[in-house]
């Protein structure tokens, strides 16, 4: 597996750490039901077989997080953008 | 058929056309007491502990492929109960001790090979780690030895002990671990469920569930619906995707794991060992291949297949360990789609739909569980409770913050 980093080009998997799929964003700790959103925020996952947005960090290149959309049944790579710019 | 020096005498003589498929390939009925999704391992040895300790006979248990095609065939066959967790020590030394009667329970010979487990060390930091582990195994009943260099030199001389950067300073040995042939233990599960009544059924892939009244009632499956009280699932690598059919979203990430075999040596190596300094792990079948593998690709994958750094990565760590490995061949490699659940520990519990119950989670450690796992598992689908045993593998335990984290790593199941 090769992942086109958009800064650094198509680089080998090993320069790369993943993060996985995304919890989404952070619960308020304040909030009433805090302890709940953060258990699903900590250990529920998706898992999805197939099409997936992941994200991954280029720790052995630029060092930017990138978010990939890739296909865990095959292992292909759709697109492979910075994080900051997706958000 | 028992099989016996009678049998294969009186089969011999009769030019071996006597032998009769070792279990059933059942059409599906349309309803069942319980249905077990899943015929690997931990399904068929679930099916047989229904139907043996229990007396549910009117049992199902659906394979997507053939039986034993998933994980129970793709580890690297290596039981052990080496645990430090109060909660997990208890669970896998039921497993071991299942594992010793295992072939005169079934009737089938599973190669049940205690070789002994040796997991090196290479610092103090490490020894002293394995001292209490050791401690913890043995405050248990579980045997354990804490070996040093000297001792491992005569059982193990071609180590590389004298690595500047990880000298092998000892060990910790459990006699009692070993090998089994993986293969046979999902056979000899299958022969034994099936001779008591239970229904095997391959090519039955499950497509999603019905539901009546809250409860769970039934699956639809590629050879058409199969009504059931009960459904339990043991489909590890895959349990995402069936929970998300029953609208259940769990804390489990599949990974690819790889394992390999190098071409077939005369006997070298006498006995499991892993490498402290890396993550390797080797052993050597009957056949004369040695069996090793090491760490997680480290991404989330459902293809069965894995990258090459892992491949280097292993194989650097074998090298590290032995550096006669370098002039072994390669003989195949392969990928197993591993539940890593988030704090590397299983899951075996009842889920919030009545009727439906899970046994997931096994991260890249099933295998060594099968039978504790099939016993436990039996027992809460018989009796709606969990099993003593298995009482920390639930799946509330992430909510209630009681984690049972044997590597310390967090909710980051590449990791673990």
């Not at chain 2, 293969?183 to 009546?212: K, P, T």
């Not at chain 2, 190596?269 to 760490?295: C, E, M, W």
């Not at chain 2, 550096?323 to 659940?341: A, E, F, H, K, T």
Request: aromatic residues 10%; charged residues 20%.
């Amino acid at each position: 597996m090769r992942i086109p980093c958009p800064y650094c080009g198509l680089r080998d998997l090993s320069e790369f750490l993943s993060l996985g799929e995304s919890p989404g964003a952070r619960p308020d700790p304040a909030a009433a039901d805090a302890a709940r959103r953060f258990f699903d925020y900590v250990y529920l996952r998706d898992n999805p077989a197939g099409r997936s947005e992941e994200y991954w960090y280029h720790a052995s290149g630029c060092r930017s997080w990138l978010k990939l959309v890739r296909d865990s049944r095959t292992h292909a790579i759709e697109s492979a953008v910075l994080a900051r710019a997706a958000r | 058929m028992h099989y016996s020096i009678f049998s294969l005498a009186r089969a011999a003589l009769g030019g071996h056309r006597a032998w009769t498929p070792a279990w059933r390939d059942a059409q599906p009925k349309p309803e069942y007491d319980v249905v077990i999704v899943g015929g690997g391992g931990h399904g068929l040895a679930s099916a047989y502990y229904l139907a043996k300790e229990h007396g549910l006979a009117n049992v199902a248990v659906l394979e997507k492929s053939w039986i034993g095609s998933g994980n129970v065939g793709r580890n690297t066959t290596i039981i052990r109960s080496n645990y430090l967790l109060p909660g997990n020590i208890a669970f896998y030394e039921r497993s071991m001790r299942l594992w010793e009667k295992l072939e005169r329970d079934l009737n089938y010979n599973a190669m049940v090979s205690q070789r002994g487990v040796l997991n090196l060390y290479h610092s103090d930091a490490q020894r002293d780690a394995y001292a209490r582990r050791g401690n913890a195994m043995r405050l248990c009943g579980v045997d354990a030895e804490l070996l040093d260099a000297r001792q491992i030199r005569k059982m193990l001389p071609f180590l590389n002990f004298d690595n500047a950067r990880f000298p092998i300073q000892g060990g910790l040995l459990q006699r009692r671990g070993g090998t089994v042939r993986h293969d046979a233990v999902a056979w000899g599960y299958a022969r034994g469920a099936s001779d008591r009544g239970v229904d095997i059924v391959q090519n039955c892939e499950v497509l999603g569930f019905a539901f009546e009244k809250g409860r769970v009632a039934g699956v639809e499956t590629t050879r058409g619906p199969i009504r059931a009280k009960k459904i339990g699932l043991a489909v590890a690598g895959n349990t995402s995707r069936l929970a998300a059919l029953a609208g259940l979203r769990l804390p489990i990430e599949s990974h690819v794991l790889q394992a390999f075999v190098s071409e077939a040596l005369k006997p070298l190596i006498p006995n499991v060992v892993t490498f402290g300094a890396g993550h390797f792990y080797v052993s050597q079948s009957d056949k004369g291949g040695l069996v090793f593998g090491g760490d997680l690709d480290g991404y989330r994958s459902y293809a069965q297949r894995g990258n090459l750094p892992a491949v280097k990565d292993v194989c650097e760590g074998g090298m590290a360990l032995m550096p006669m490995l370098g002039r072994v061949r390669l003989l195949r490699s392969w990928g197993g789609i591993m539940d890593m659940s988030m704090d590397g520990s299983p899951i075996i519990d009842t889920m919030n739909i009545p009727g439906l119950y899970l046994n997931a989670g096994w991260c890249y450690g099933g295998f060594k569980a099968t039978p504790a796992s099939g016993w436990c598992f039996a027992h809460l689908i018989a009796r709606d409770e969990p099993h003593p045993a298995a009482a920390s593998f639930r799946l509330d335990r992430f909510a209630r913050g009681a984690i049972l984290d044997e590597k310390g790593q967090g909710a980051q199941p590449n990791l673990h």
